[in-house]
């Protein structure tokens, strides 16, 4: 018998909060697609051929106040489609652990490729050359263009469940999250060495009392989200810090100060 979701109903139920939680800011879905994009330099493309087809190719690409730079061949079929219809789209990956693919966030970007114009022709070359150093040996090669993505829509996926678009507007606005790209050793560090104190926080500010285990999954600008083990079953809880940082070296003093506030 073939297999799907099934009655929710069937699902194991997440145990609700047993305590008044405070609301957490989460990272919109343009800050969400901005940083995905922000974490790499690897792209799918995809465009379409002289017929109307599909056509996927994999390129890399610098950021212009988040619009993707392409450095692409006429020689190659992708730079033919993009000169014959500028109709195309990037999906992008975030560097992440290879064993749960899907679980990895990722965003689409979509919408028309344009050559720079002529005030934004150095800037749209550094760009791909900042993040793509080994373009060097190419860029000027006469077969060769920079283009840029005029993004038009962004469609950012966190994860299971987790998934939003941004429009144009709010993409050109956002701005990269500075602190969940690099703080993977900083959550190793909090679930090794700092249990207690995660702890305390899914208890007393996270909203679980009944807490007997918890760890921290992830780490951003603006809080922590916690997974938690009660004896009503699993949950996912977020504490916030009293600002929103803006560098990575402020995680410490931010968590420094959630815990002190959860075991006050």
């Known amino acids: 018998m073939a297999l799907d979701h099934g009655d929710p109903g069937d699902a194991p139920s997440t145990p609700p909060p047993l305590t008044d939680v405070e609301s957490v800011r989460r990272s919109t879905p343009a800050e969400e697609a901005r940083t995905v994009a922000a974490s790499t330099n690897i792209a799918t493309l995809a465009s379409l051929t002289t017929d109307g087809d599909p056509w996927a190719s994999y390129i890399t690409y610098g950021l212009l106040d988040g619009s993707p730079v392409l450095c692409v061949s006429r020689m190659a079929e992708h730079g033919r489609n993009l000169l014959g219809d500028p109709r195309a789209s990037v999906s992008i990956v975030a560097p ?61 996926v966190g994860g299971y469940g987790r998934m939003d678009s941004a429009s144009a507007e709010s993409y050109a606005a956002s701005t990269p999250d500075p602190v969940s790209p690099h703080a993977s050793d900083a959550v190793t560090h909090l679930n090794k060495d700092h249990s207690a104190s995660i702890l305390a926080m899914a208890r007393t500010l996270g909203g679980y009392p009944d807490a007997t285990e918890a760890s921290c999954t992830s780490a951003d600008r603006y809080g922590l989200d916690l997974s938690v083990a009660t004896p009503r079953g699993n ?30």
Do not use: M
């Open 96 to 156: 992440g652990s290879p064993n749960d693919p899907l679980a990895v966030s990722r965003v689409t970007l979509a919408g028309v490729v344009e050559s720079p114009s002529e005030n934004e022709l150095d800037a749209a070359r550094a760009a791909h050359l900042g993040a793509v150093p080994a373009a060097k040996y190419y860029i000027d090669y006469s077969d060769f263009s920079l283009w840029i993505l005029r993004v038009d829509r962004a469609r950012w």
């Open 235 to 264: 949950a996912t809880t977020r504490v916030g810090y009293a600002n929103p940082i803006d560098d990575a070296a402020q995680l410490r003093a931010a968590t420094v100060e959630l815990a002190r506030l959860a075991r006050r």
